[in-house]
């Protein structure tokens, strides 16, 4: 035991390292990632359930309007609407041909759209008159679709770059070393959060 440190004390000053180094891998997770919403937490390939599981960015539905309403702006082949999707969010999320190309092929059978002459090996789908109908009959639901995946890319621009995870990974790491020094004392151990919680405040006062 250290001179003048307490039992009590020694006990504190691990407990608050170890409360640290939890928060540090479960608050950044693995490359510095996962501050809340902001940083990765919830944007990849589809958003998390809360449990670690992703669920789809929409439902089944909700991704026949959106395929309508690209086709709708130009004529478009599935490799096209898989690309113009992921251009919106930034990279965040991008739909399987496995969801892409059978969601196509139910609304040709719904009558919403139908094979365009593409004049390449590659078929392009081109909206129908029941199509447009259908998506002038939802055209509240299609705007705030298009808003949701343009939200997704605008968070993924401010809050993804590699600068930010750079910095989020140098942090951790210092953190992780420090708070593994078994000569780490008290007042050092307090001096770090101050300085966490003091850079915290300032970045939220931007």
Excluded: W
Excluded at 9 to 34: I, K, L, T, V
Excluded at 123 to 149: C, H, M, S, W
Aim: aromatic share 4%; net charge neutral; charged share 30%.
């Amino acid at each position: 035991m250290r001179h003048g440190t307490s039992r009590h004390g020694c006990g504190e000053r691990h407990a608050m390292q170890r409360m640290m180094r939890e928060a540090m891998r479960h608050g950044m997770g693995r490359g510095g990632r996962g501050f809340g919403y902001g940083f990765g937490g919830r944007h990849g390939r589809g958003d998390d359930d809360g449990r670690g599981r992703r669920r789809r960015m929409f439902d089944s539905g909700e991704l026949r309007l959106v395929l309508l309403k690209l086709i709708a702006d130009e004529p478009r082949h599935g490799y096209d609407l898989i690309r113009r999707i992921e251009e919106l969010t930034g990279g965040a999320y991008a739909p399987s041909p496995g969801v892409i190309y059978p969601t196509l092929t139910l609304l040709g059978d719904m009558g919403l759209i139908e094979a365009a002459d593409s004049g390449g090996a590659k078929k392009l789908f081109a909206i129908t008159d029941a199509g447009q109908a259908e998506l002038d009959a939802n055209q509240d639901a299609v705007e705030a679709l298009i808003e949701r995946l343009t939200e997704v890319g605008e968070e993924r621009q401010r809050t993804d770059s590699a600068s930010v995870r750079r910095a989020m990974g140098n942090l951790r790491a210092v953190l992780m070393n420090r708070l593994g020094d078994r000569d780490l004392d008290e007042a050092t151990l307090h001096a770090v959060v101050a300085l966490i919680d003091e850079a915290a405040q300032k970045i939220e006062r931007l």
